[in-house]
């Protein structure tokens, strides 16, 4: 039965509307009206929230796990109607849609046994010394607490992973605290029945109506009311550096400001080092070329940039092109999306000195790949070259040695990855590059490529700016859950008082 979304916002548990509406634009299937958020929304939601966060902020970690776990229930309970619509507002391909969603209620479920096990909480004790000299020492207990109500952003490019209930979502639940959603207009029916499933969890478990909401909207209106209400104490937001940058001063110019987490763009370069070049550069081109294509290069870490040493770009570029010559059209996430992608392409085949490898013609919302050769020398001193371009658009720079490409690497803004290929010759290679590369990125690879961010205890997924906005924090794995958290020292009180997890 095919899924009609209502077409409102889902506050505290009831759905509303308001005057305004919104057009959604699909890539097939038929266009809907939705309600406009407003401020009013906004507020509605924050107080819900604020009022949630009083019993489930302190609510044992077993009942929040239960609830996780619902909430993955629940989703696959709307497996069909999810890839159905999830397919018609966002072009991707509905094997794309299931890998995603699993992905989605795979890291809920991760993160419901991740605060079952209680590690995430970083409990410490330093016992009194009541005999010290010259002064006696208190009673110290810490323990990461939640913060209480955050916001978040749904992403276009990840309409179930990274949006209503993905990863911030289910981080900042699985933490304790209430999340107010506001969602992607690229996709608002699917934010629709993703809210439905978090809102069925919630009372199938008795969970206060307040821990979600969802508010739809179209302007910036809505965003930057959320990112400035009072009861918000942190934001989580993936899209574009542009629009995540005014939200994130938003957050700063605050009254009382809060931490914006903010993944913002990359290029995330690859450094072919002259051995495995040489051995295999053909196979690292194809690799590359198939990375680089990935889901029309919609991925936060597709792989932009690629450096090769001159005497091996030709080779390269020549099996990068034979690989790509018969990439078929995919069609991109939104109307905006596939524009913005076009003027990247011109901005980048009007750099001095640029060679094209690779062209096509992209017209309307369909994406073809484009490859573009340069210098390492012209690429360092044109700065707009170093700019993401969202979607399957690759550039070879060529570096005249080892000592350019570490020049080159040092010259490099944030980055979500960096890549190394390399054999066992190119080992003191990539002693040499990894110091430089591990200051630019949030994970450095070696003989692979970086679109797939695996959800795992280990993974980083941020990176210095403007990657991300705060280096020091990951949106994927279960280090995300300390965005949502913050530490609480408690000093000599008695063990009856102390909340149950430090008792």
Sequence with gaps: MTYVPSGKHLIAGEWVAGDATFTSSPAHGEAREYSEGSPAHVDRACQAAEEAFWTFGYSPREERAAFLNAIADEIEARADAITEIGTQESGLPEARLMGERGRTVGQIRLFAQHILDGAYLDRRHDEALPDRQPLPRPDLRMMQRPIGPVAVFGASNFPLAFSTAGGDTAAALAAGCPVVVKGHDAHPGTGEIMAEAIAAAAKKCGIHPGVFSLVQGSTREVGAALVQHPLINAVGFTGSLGGGRALFDLCAQREVPIPFYGELGSVNPMFVLPEAGDTRGAAIAAGW???LT???????????IVVVLADQAEAFAKAAAEALKDAAPQIMLTDGIANAYRKGRDRVA???NVKEVLTSVCDMRNATPYVYEVSAEDWLANEVLAEEVFGPLGIIVTAQSVDE??????SLQGQLTCTLHMDDGDAATARRLLPILERKAGRVLANGFPTGVEVADAMVHGGPYPASTNFGATSVGTLAIRRFLRPVCYQNIPVGVLPE???
């Design 294 to 304: 990935m889901g029309a290069g919609q991925f936060c870490t597709n792989p932009g």
């Design 350 to 352: 009007a750099g001095t």
């Design 405 to 410: 490409m570490d020049k080159l690497a040092r």
């Design 289 to 291: 070329a198939g990375s």
């Design 501 to 503: 997890d430090l008792a």
